[in-house]
């Protein structure tokens, strides 16, 4: 049971170009999420999902984009990356959607914008 | 988001106590999480309270005051693995969405 992986682990890329991060959980969770984190700010959601098929705008969704095709995949593009999208970002699922469930987070992706 | 407030940085030494404190804003709380980090890792569950009072696991134990809007999270007998940020996470308006503090990065020195 490997929890929650994301892929890839660290990225460098230029402005403007493309790119696509991959979260997988195999806990069968309905819920999943996609943060980032920047020093001094606490996790901050981008987008998420309540399910197979479904995306939903989080608290920061500019220029991110995602889509859940598999109850077990949710993907995080970013269609012209910028500078300010230098972070490192996690994703974490959750069984259900009730606000007592504990999300359990992936080990990160760090990318930098050039 | 809402405004969650924690202190950024605090430092203790090894076998000692430390005292998170968070405050937030307590229109339409739903329940309270902390979350401990490690440096480049991955944040994970530490501790979860709805009701007021006291939540002890082990070493660590988890306060909360719903009237005054006012959690703190508890570490004893500190060990040096014990270094890390420490997230506090509070889920508002009945829904699965949590709002983040920055996080308190403890420092356990020998």
């Known amino acids: 049971n490997a929890g929650v992986t994301q892929t890839p682990k660290f990225r460098v890329l230029k402005t403007g170009q493309s790119m696509t991060l991959l979260c997988a959980q195999d806990m069968n969770h309905e819920y999943m999420y996609w943060y980032r984190q920047d020093p001094g700010m606490g996790l901050r959601l981008i987008h998420y999902s309540v399910g197979e098929g479904t995306t939903a705008k989080g608290e920061v969704p500019d220029g991110y984009n995602v889509s859940r095709l598999k109850k077990q995949n949710f993907l995080l593009g970013l269609e012209s990356a910028a500078p300010s999208q230098t972070s490192v970002y996690f994703c974490?699922?959750?069984?259900?959607?009730?606000?007592?469930?504990?999300?359990?987070f992936g080990p990160g992706t760090r990318l930098l914008v050039l | 988001g809402q405004n969650i407030d924690q202190p950024t940085e605090m430092t203790a030494t090894e076998g000692a106590i430390v005292q998170i404190n968070c405050t937030y804003q307590t229109s339409g709380f739903n329940g309270l999480f902390w979350y401990q980090q490690h440096a480049g890792e991955a944040p994970t569950f530490l501790s979860y309270n709805v009701l007021d009072g006291l939540e002890e696991k082990g070493r660590f134990s988890s306060f909360l005051s719903r009237s005054k809007g006012y959690s703190y999270l508890l570490l004893k007998e500190l060990q040096m693995k014990d270094s890390a940020s420490y997230l506090c996470?509070?889920?508002?308006?009945?829904?699965?969405?949590?709002?983040f503090g920055a996080g308190t990065t403890v420092t356990v020195r020998a």
């Open positions: 996470a509070v889920s508002f308006g009945g829904d699965y969405k949590l709002s």
């Open positions: 974490a699922s959750s069984l259900t959607g009730t606000s007592q469930e504990t999300q359990y």
